[in-house]
């Protein structure tokens, strides 16, 4: 009888899971087992873009050169992620489209400006080294440090990792 009230207490506590285990291996009955340092270390971290810490990069540039800060504007958002779900739907990685059209073409049908510009960018494994290697480049840098932009929208994909930029000096 007395074998049987401990087996039951056993069933009822939840010992019956970690008897049927392997005993090569300690429990883990609510599977919080945490990796060790040395297999966090050895995962690749997935590089993941973020709208906001690409305005955070391209912003910190600016404030270096006291520039103004863009801003993000909803409409010029819209059309950044209307040409990059453009380039992934047709496979392509380029300033003009297939039929040789830019982002502006676009963007005339939304606002009204005076100058834009638009950066690309693709593969890369954050937003800083998105924002240094626009830098390195004359036309990507001078998008980013012209004073007359004050506005910027910002499209991302994770897969692939690509990203557009848009600026602008207004969108009325």
């Given amino acids: ?26 429990p883990d009955p609510a ?29 910190a540039s600016r ?20 040409k990059l779900d453009d380039m992934l739907r047709r496979r392509y990685f380029d ?6 059209k830019y982002i502006w073409d676009t963007l005339m049908r939304r606002c009204t400006f005076r100058i834009t510009a638009e950066n690309l960018a693709r593969g890369m494994a954050d937003a800083d080294a998105m924002e240094k290697s626009w ?5 990507h840098r001078e998008n980013i440090l ?3 932009y004050r506005l910027t929208g910002i499209a991302v ?7 557009v930029v848009l600026f602008a000096d207004t969108c009325g």
């Avoid at 506590?13 to 392997?22: E, T």
């Fill in 1 to 26: 009888m007395r074998l049987a009230v401990v087996i039951g207490l056993i069933v009822a506590l939840g010992g019956a899971v970690w008897l049927l285990r392997r005993t090569d291996s300690p």
């Fill in 31 to 59: 599977g919080t087992t945490v990796p060790s340092v040395e297999a966090q270390k050895a995962t690749p971290r997935v590089p993941v873009l973020k709208a906001q810490e690409i305005l955070a990069a391209i912003n």
């Fill in 63 to 82: 404030n270096h050169e006291r520039l103004a800060p863009l801003v993000i504007d909803a409409r010029l958002a819209a059309v950044a992620q209307e």
């Fill in 95 to 100: 300033h003009k489209n297939p039929e040789g």
């Fill in 135 to 139: 830098m390195s480049s004359a036309p």
């Fill in 146 to 148: 012209n004073p007359k």
């Fill in 157 to 163: 994909s994770q897969n692939p990792l690509t990203a």
